[in-house]
């Protein structure tokens, strides 16, 4: 297992357009995390997942947005009808509770809507 | 939301020199941690202090936690170019969900 892989790395779409980002987290880790952030920001939290309920729900998360983890692996973040104030780097973490070894992150997704 | 801010936002040093980077947090916390992030990749984790710790080390990386003043600190020593990243502190409180939550970061830049 190589770690929290994200796809694609990059995208750039037209406002107005959907568009979903998947993440592969570590195969033993049961918890999944999405986050945002914008530059010169920290990592904003979004949502996670315990396996495949999704427990937790930002007020950061408008409707536009969607999180799912349909078979407890891996996860998709969906943002229909995207803005210009979209546009971010899209991360995922993954890790198992009570090991106390912090969060694996994922490369992210950069989104660029123009 | 932030849960707390970490000073200062940007720090520059030689090679070889020490580097100091402060972090203070809101509310009662569970455990404190600290990420590095290279320009434009993801979050790398660095260490772990638990609440009931007062300090910890890492190879170069030493860790304080002061829970009556809400405020650690993480000292880089001997310093390398290699050290170059923006590096983040981010708390886990029962009373947040379990989840990290992240400061704004510190950039630090070593010059050769």
């Known amino acids: 297992d190589t770690g929290v892989s994200q796809d694609p790395r990059h995208k750039i779409t037209k406002r107005g357009q959907n568009v979903t980002f998947r993440c592969d987290p570590i195969s033993e880790h049961n918890r999944l995390y999405w986050y945002r952030q914008t530059l010169g920001q920290g990592p904003e939290f979004l949502t996670y997942?315990?396996?495949?309920?999704?427990?937790?729900k930002s007020r950061l998360l408008s409707d536009r947005f969607s999180a799912e983890r349909p078979k407890g692996s891996f996860s998709t973040l969906e943002i229909q009808r995207t803005e210009q104030g979209d546009s971010a780097m899209y991360l995922c973490?993954?890790?198992?509770?009570?090991?106390?070894?912090?969060?694996?992150f994922g490369s992210g997704t950069r989104l660029t809507v123009v | 939301s932030q849960q707390g801010e970490e000073d200062p936002q940007a720090l520059s040093i030689q090679e070889g020199e020490n580097a100091t980077m402060n972090c203070s947090y809101k509310?009662?916390?569970?455990?404190l941690q600290w990420y590095r992030q290279n320009s434009g990749r993801g979050l790398v984790h660095l260490i772990l202090i638990r609440s009931n710790e007062r300090e910890k080390h890492s190879g170069r990386l030493r860790v304080t936690l002061d829970t009556s003043k809400k405020s650690s600190s993480l000292l880089i020593t001997a310093s390398r170019a290699a050290d170059t990243a923006s590096y983040f502190c981010?708390?886990?409180?029962?009373?947040?969900?379990?989840?990290?939550?992240f400061g704004q970061g510190t950039e630090l830049s070593v010059k050769p």
């Open positions: 997942f315990q396996n495949e309920a999704q427990l937790e």
């Open positions: 509310t009662s916390i569970n455990n």
């Open positions: 973490a993954s890790s198992s509770p009570g090991q106390g070894s912090g969060y694996t």
């Open positions: 981010a708390t886990v409180s029962d009373n947040q969900g379990g989840k990290l939550i």
